[in-house]
């Protein structure tokens, strides 16, 4: 191979990578209209739309979703303790807990009815 032509193999697998890495985090990023049909299993707690009325269950409409991601994942490794919410995690993929928190930050009401 001449130098050009392994410079043009590299530039051609970085691209490759590039469009992997592309790929991958589409994939990551939560989406609202998915999580709103996962969500329906949350509603009997959190409240419809995660505007919960009872202080037991906290109301999760208007959260970051970088914030409920984190807490679903310690939930799930059970660095976060809770009987309930250990056993719902287990159950969740990464896609689930990006596509729940997507919705329940778009469902304003929450946090900002109460400001
Ligand atoms: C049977 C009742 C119940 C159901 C169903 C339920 N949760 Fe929970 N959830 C709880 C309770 C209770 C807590 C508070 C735990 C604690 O005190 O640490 C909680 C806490 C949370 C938290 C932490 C909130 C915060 O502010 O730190 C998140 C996130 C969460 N739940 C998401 C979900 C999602 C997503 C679903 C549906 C897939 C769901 N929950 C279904 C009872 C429930």
Request: glycine share 8%.
């Amino acid at each position: 191979m001449t130098k050009v032509s392994v410079i043009r193999w590299q530039v051609q697998v970085f691209l490759f990578l590039l469009a992997l890495l592309a790929v991958a985090s589409a994939q990551a990023a939560g989406s609202a209209a998915a999580g709103k049909d996962k969500a329906r299993a949350c509603q009997v707690c959190h409240g419809k739309g995660g505007v919960s009325s009872n202080p037991t269950y906290p109301i999760l409409a208007g959260q970051h979703a970088k914030y409920l991601v984190k807490q679903l994942k310690a939930f799930r490794s059970g660095t976060r303790k809770d009987p309930i919410m250990n056993g719902i995690a287990a159950k969740m993929s990464d896609q689930d807990m990006e596509d729940v928190a997507a919705f329940f930050e778009s469902s304003q009401s929450g946090f900002m009815r109460l400001r």
